[in-house]
């Protein structure tokens, strides 16, 4: 049994920085990939940031140059650093994991940002 366990979320000040973390137990292949997803109130769902077990990275064009995404294969977990937070990236943020099986998805965790 696959389980995605996500940190970090909270409330920040806008122009400021969280790092979100989420690690995934069981049985994972080592070729997959990551990522993070969020969704704020009354909009869908959309996809934030991923990254493959070998590195390659995407950004959703909102985030670049403010968001970085990193994993640690070794642990079967991966980061994503916010910087320069804006109103707009309140939400509801979920970590993701592809593999060539199924998907995954963590149980979400809060970001708030607001002064």
């Known amino acids: 049994q696959v389980q995605l366990v996500e940190s970090g979320g909270g409330l920040v000040q806008p122009g400021g920085s969280l790092r979100l973390s989420c690690a995934a137990s069981?049985?994972?292949?080592?070729?997959?990939?990551m990522g993070w997803y969020r969704q704020a109130p009354g909009k869908q769902r959309e996809l934030v940031a991923t990254?493959?077990?070998?590195?390659?990275?995407n950004y959703v064009d909102s985030v670049l140059g403010r968001f970085t995404i990193s994993r640690d294969n070794a642990k079967n977990t991966v980061y994503l650093q916010m910087n320069s937070l804006k109103p707009e990236d309140t939400a509801v943020y979920y970590c993701k994991l592809i593999t060539s099986v199924r998907t995954y998805w963590g149980q979400g965790t809060q970001v708030t940002v607001s002064s």
């Open positions: 990254i493959t077990s070998g590195g390659g990275t």
């Open positions: 069981g049985s994972i292949s080592s070729i997959n990939v």
